[in-house]
């Protein structure tokens, strides 16, 4: 029994519901983890009570116990297993990350050395994969083909799904941390007609992705270790984020026992919603399409509007009601990455300043706890590095990968694991009979089909 569940066991508070429809008071146990919120656990409250909480959205729902990643969003503190992000975005490297959230602790010089190898090793796809690129059409989002190639994984490496097995699920970890770079980087080059490119097992991570990416058989690449840094540390702001929408969509996909590959296909569908990860990719099209400064208090407007179905992207957050820290580190490395190549009075990163200044003084954004996020800042790194805007949820989910594996595995290993199945609110018509097709009156339902 693990520190907290031993401190629950000893400490047993609880929290009492008083239905005063029938005079029933139901003591419901109240739980305390290491940090954070406590929890009401509700697991036996509808057989004892016959009703089910209601909560879309989960605003108020932990549906897990985790030892990964800890947020306090009033506070605008993450921190991977005890680390502070800035700590682990600013001294360690992401391959480092990667080993802290699998294990728990930061490896040793040795284990560091072990697990980079493992890794370096497992970048190359099986060749037959190539054709299964060649299937989409060249202009397909990149993040389709990511879908689709991460989907068809677990047809070609049958010996990692027998996740029972910790050597497998362990190969089935190693292998997408190390392949889902080399994915992306081929979605990219597939989708401007050219050739793939091989790993480089002398690389790093992010100095092979980056390799990967940009160099061509005419040229010899060489990789600004200035730019990888920035690509480094963006795969560590990235890496993992508690029970966020793509991540939860994971741990369900692999309640049910499904392969990891697939679990891992179904995160990145989800993330790739432009109100979750397919913001960065939305920033810059706002951006764009704000254009001058000029029009910045005009946009600010529109994102107040309740009738204008506009939002400020790159800004809010579910749990975040102040700065996320990882836009913070952004921001630098946005000024960083800048001044590094030359680019001086970038358009785009002076109309997000401009924007985040106006939008933190708006009373509407103050009211509301409306701060910059992770994907306010991190597509003017990715744009003056060279990506185009369809490759930046890809680099998301690039860096998520480890994150989802990572509490796939704690989910697979956690001994009280089972089938996630929510329940509803019913609201549909109650029973009634069945009417034989010719005696059914026309409804307005279909209406708009008999106008064509
Ligand atoms: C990510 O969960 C995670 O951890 C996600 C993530 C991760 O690392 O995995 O951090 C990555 O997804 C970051 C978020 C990226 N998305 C965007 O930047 C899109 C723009 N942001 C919003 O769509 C919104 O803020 C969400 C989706 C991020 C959060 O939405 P919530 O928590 O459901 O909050 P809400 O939509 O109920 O908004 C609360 C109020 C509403 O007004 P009222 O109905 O109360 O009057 O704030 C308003 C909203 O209209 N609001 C905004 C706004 N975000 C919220 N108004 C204008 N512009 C915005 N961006």
Same mark, same amino acid.
Request: aromatic residues 0%.
């Given at each position: 029994m693990s520190d907290f569940q031993e401190y629950n066991k000893n400490n047993l508070k609880s929290f009492t519901l008083f239905d005063n429809e029938n005079g029933q008071s139901y003591d419901v146990p109240i739980i305390e983890g290491s940090e954070g919120p406590k929890v009401l !656990?509700?697991? !036996?409250l509808y057989k004892k009570t016959g009703m089910f909480t209601f909560d879309p959205g989960f605003t108020s729902t932990a549906s897990c116990s985790s030892e990964i990643t800890f947020i306090d969003g009033h506070k605008g503190i993450l921190r991977h297993r005890g680390y502070d992000i800035k700590d682990l975005a600013y001294h360690s490297n992401f391959l480092e990350v990667c080993y802290l959230l699998l294990h728990g602790e930061l490896p040793s010089q040795e284990d560091k050395s072990k697990f980079q190898n493992v890794i370096t090793n497992h970048t190359m796809l099986n060749e037959q994969l190539v054709y299964f690129y060649r299937g989409f059409r060249r202009d397909a989002h990149p993040m389709a083909i990511m879908v689709g190639v991460v989907g068809a994984l677990s047809a070609f490496y049958h010996d990692s799904t027998d996740f029972s097995d910790i050597n497998q699920r362990m190969i089935a970890c190693h292998r997408l941390i190390a392949k889902i770079a080399t994915i992306g980087a081929m979605a990219y080059k597939y989708s401007i007609g050219q050739p793939f490119v091989y790993p480089q097992n002398h690389l790093s991570y992010s100095e092979n992705f980056l390799h990967m990416t940009f160099s061509l058989p005419t040229n010899n690449y060489k990789v600004n270790p200035v730019i990888a840094k920035a690509m480094d540390r963006f795969f560590i702001l990235h890496a993992d984020h508690e029970q966020n929408a793509s991540t939860s969509t994971v741990r369900l996909a692999g /309640? /049910?026992?499904?392969?990891p590959f697939a679990c891992i296909a179904a995160g990145i569908a989800s993330l790739w919603g432009p109100a979750h990860g397919g913001a960065n990719e939305a920033v810059i099209r706002m951006l764009e399409e704000i254009? #001058?400064? /000029?029009n910045i208090d005009k946009y600010i407007e529109k994102a107040k #509007?309740? #009738? #204008?179905?506009f939002r400020l992207m790159g800004f809010g957050h579910r749990v975040y009601k102040n700065y996320d820290p990882r836009a913070d580190v952004m921001k630098k490395t946005a000024h960083e990455i800048l001044e590094e190549l030359n680019i001086k009075d970038d358009p785009l990163l002076k109309t997000a300043l401009q924007l985040e200044e106006i939008a933190l003084k708006d009373k509407y954004f103050i009211d509301k706890k409306l701060y910059p996020n992770v994907d306010f800042y991190s597509g003017i790194i990715l744009k003056a590095i060279g990506f185009p805007t369809s490759m930046f949820t890809v680099l998301f989910a690039i860096g998520r990968t480890v994150g989802w594996i990572s509490q796939w595995k704690e989910m697979i290993e956690d001994p009280v694991n089972k089938i996630g199945r929510p329940r509803q609110l019913y609201n549909g018509k109650n029973s009634r009979s069945y009417e034989e097709v010719n005696r059914r009156e026309k409804k307005s339902i279909f209406q708009w089909l008999w106008k064509k």
């Open positions: !656990d509700i697991r !036996d /309640s /049910s026992g499904a392969n254009g #001058d400064v /000029s #509007d309740k #009738d #204008d179905p």
